[in-house]
């Protein structure tokens, strides 16, 4: 198969159009609709099972590097991105990201894909039924937040998404308002990607009968196409968030929550 099959370049480039405009729309990665199509795709063409799951997780992981910059900066335009919190979740968004890189390695797929469903069905209930926090909820101190970076991060690595799945619950459960809490996601995500993707890397180096393009698990000519057809969609999703009341883009968020988690339960 050629790097450069014309059906190979549009499958990724479609798929790239669409994870774009979610990312831009609700600050995230594109994971849910990346994984599963980019595996398919590879599967098709013959390559090993037990790498095609691994290779389009970091392959997803290493796009939101390019991803997020364009939608955060989208986002950072209209003062939608608070930069100190940013500041203190990236240092526990880095460690997660590589444990979980390390983890998804070594975990059954199985079990962690209902326990991952499980929790995400959970923050997508939440949000779809606006529940309301208490008005003097604040984040947590910096310790509590380093912590919940840790989880973000290492969630996001296992399943090569960025982070908004959790991020975002998290911050509007502290009276952040949900336009801020999506445009901090956004800047979220390239902290996650960056460590995700190299420990994906590490973990694949020196497997056989990986694909032409291959570095490690990561597929390079799918990051490559997926990468520019979203780095020129998410600024019209992030204008498109807003333009949106509240509470739709509430449930417009928690309906990608519960596919994902539908996707996690039945794949």
Known sequence: MSLLDPQLVLELALIGTCTGFLAGLLGIGGGMLMVPFVTFILTTKGYPAEYTVKMAV???LATICFTSLSSVRAHHLR???LWPVVRVLAPGILVGSALGAQLAVALPGKLLGILFAIFVAFSATQMFLNRKPKPSRTLPGPA???SMGVVIGSLSALVGAGGAFVSVPFMTWCNIRIHDAVGTSSALGFPIALAGTAGYIWAGQGLPQMPPG??????LPGLVIISMASMLMAPLGARTAHRMDIQPLKKVFAIVLYCLAAYF???
């Open 144 to 146: 509590g937040t380093i």
């Open 265 to 267: 339960l039945f794949r």
């Open 58 to 60: 970091a392959t997803s």
């Open 79 to 81: 003062g939608a991105v």
């Open 214 to 219: 291959s570095f490690g698990f990561l597929y």
